[in-house]
Structures are given as C-alpha cells and as structure tokens.
C-alpha cells in the first residue's frame, strides 16, 4: 500500500522560505516519478514541480527559479524548497506519485500560507 505523506507547510511571510516534505512508503520515491501540486481556493490544482527517475526536473513558470524539487533515495522523502514565497504562492501543496500514466497516488496535503 503506497503512502504519501506531506509535512512542513505553515504560515510565511512575503519573501520567506519553506521547505516541504513528502514522506513516502509502499514504493521507492527513485523508482517513479514524483510532483507537487498546489490547488488555492477556486483554482483547479496545478503542477508546482517533477522530477523523474532519472533525477530530471520541470518546474512550474510561476515557481521556476524560486521553487526546487529535489528527493532523499535514503529517506524515501521529497522535499519542496520554496524561498521567496509571494501571497499568490499561498494553496494547499500535495504530493504525487506516478504509476507511468499518471499520477496515481496521493498525500493529504499540506497548507501554506503567505501574508503580504
């Protein structure tokens, strides 16, 4: 049973940091593909960040340069670097698994929130 658990989410200032984690279990986090997502109120949920198998990364335009995706094979974890938070930053983060086609397994998701 494959389960995706999400931590580190919280209140931010404009221009601070976070960091999320997605601890997983059930599946090793270097053997699929792995993303973040983030759904604000009244939006649909959006890609934030990928990374494949092979350690390759795509990145939302609104996050590129701000945002790094990056994982920990030895912890089975996923992290989310998040530095210069703006308050259009602010949704509920969630990590997802790919079973090669598409993302088939979930986290509960973690909320940020970004004062301006």
């Known amino acids: 049973q494959v389960q995706l658990v999400e931590s580190g989410g919280g209140l931010v200032q404009a221009g601070g940091s976070l960091r999320l984690s997605c601890a997983a279990s059930?599946?090793?986090?270097?053997?699929?593909?792995m993303g973040w997502f983030r759904q604000a109120p009244g939006k649909e949920r959006a890609v934030v960040a990928t990374?494949?198998?092979?350690?390759?990364?795509t990145y939302a335009a609104s996050v590129k340069d701000r945002f790094t995706i990056s994982r920990d094979n030895a912890k089975n974890t996923v992290y989310l670097q998040m530095n210069s938070l703006k308050p259009e930053d602010a949704a509920v983060y969630y990590c997802?698994?790919?079973?090669?086609?598409?993302?088939?397994?979930w986290g509960q998701g973690t909320q940020v929130t970004v004062s301006s």
């Open positions: 997802t698994s790919s079973n090669g086609n598409g993302w088939r397994y």
């Open positions: 059930g599946r090793a986090v270097s053997a699929y593909a």
């Open positions: 990374i494949n198998p092979s350690g390759g990364k």
